[in-house]
């Protein structure tokens, strides 16, 4: 299993790496950085969109046919459109999870950002945001920009990975604890 994730980090990384190229000898980086993220929602969000990139039941003409009329009603750009084409025309959709992660770490490469994955139990506020992102950039002495997401099963607190750290302050992780360290008493 290991050897296919890295076939497909492999490919989305060429793809990736030629429309990073591509766009940042344009100047468009910030609108690539705008449209991946629309992507990354739009492919979130339609259970329909992640089965055409991976069933095998879509054939190279439906799959193009299909990110074409998607990268027009999203508004995408040329470039990303004729890349999502040719993936599709190569049989590659199935690496669009990868293709977006690789663009969003050549994008904050180039303007010299870092991402957190945060994910916390409840939704954080606009200020929560802010506060958190501020923490981590004088900490990490980049700009950083938080990638969010809910798992109620947290109960309260919060999970952020920032490059190989993580912090881990949700109730669930210190209810483990405490349980393990009863465990080790009794």
Known sequence: MANSAS?????AGRYAQALFDLVRDAGGIDALSA???????????????RDLTLSPIYDRQQQEVAVTALAGRMGLSAE????LRLMARNRRLFALPQFVARLRTLIADAKGEVTADVVSA?????????????TLAAK???????????DESLIGGMIVKLGSQMID???????AS????????G
């Open 122 to 134: 409840q939704a954080l506020s606009d200020e929560q945001r802010t506060r958190l992102a501020e």
């Open 169 to 175: 302050s949700s109730i669930r992780s210190k209810l």
């Open 35 to 49: 449209q991946i993220d629309d992507l990354a929602s739009a492919y979130d969000a339609s259970k329909d969109l």
């Open 178 to 185: 405490l349980q393990n360290a009863m465990k080790e008493v």
């Open 80 to 83: 990303l459109a004729n890349t």
């Open 140 to 150: 990490s002495g980049k700009k950083v920009k938080l990638n969010a997401r809910v």
């Open 7 to 11: 076939i497909s980090a492999d490919i």
